[in-house]
């Protein structure tokens, strides 16, 4: 039996309207903590942008894909604005993301195999992706 993947489109900031980053993975938890523990190069890094202020997910890659090349070219006020809409205080959305995680340490911990998840499908990270074409 094939399992079903999720993808996420999220947004990075560095601080209340600060810096952005719109993203797309499939693993949404070890992400976070990589930009949060600065193992991405490229535009996050520099600038700080590690807080996790707003998700969406689907198990279709390809509308992940086009949500994400879609936000990349919005203008920054529809981007607060769609933060604002779910997360008016701009918190953190990966603090308390996964139930055995203290906050900034993955749920997930790296073995010689890959990612080891203790969550597994308990994470509340998200609450569906939307359908409208925006």
Request: proline share 5%.
């Amino acid at each position: 039996m094939a399992s079903t993947v999720t993808y996420y489109v999220y947004i990075v900031a560095n601080k209340r309207n600060g810096t952005l980053y719109v993203g797309v993975t499939n693993d949404l938890v070890r992400l976070v903590y990589q930009h949060k523990n600065n193992e991405h190069e490229g535009f996050t890094k520099p600038y700080g942008v590690h807080r996790l202020v707003w998700d969406e997910s689907t198990t279709d890659i390809h509308a992940a894909l086009m949500r994400d090349k879609q936000m990349k070219k919005w203008k920054r006020q529809r981007k607060k604005r769609l933060i604002e809409e779910k997360n008016p205080d701009w918190d953190d959305k990966y603090e308390g993301m996964c139930p055995v995680s203290d906050g900034f340490l993955p749920c997930a911990g790296m073995t010689r195999g890959g990612w080891d998840d203790p969550c597994e499908g308990m994470c509340p990270v998200s609450d569906g992706f939307p359908t409208a074409q925006e």
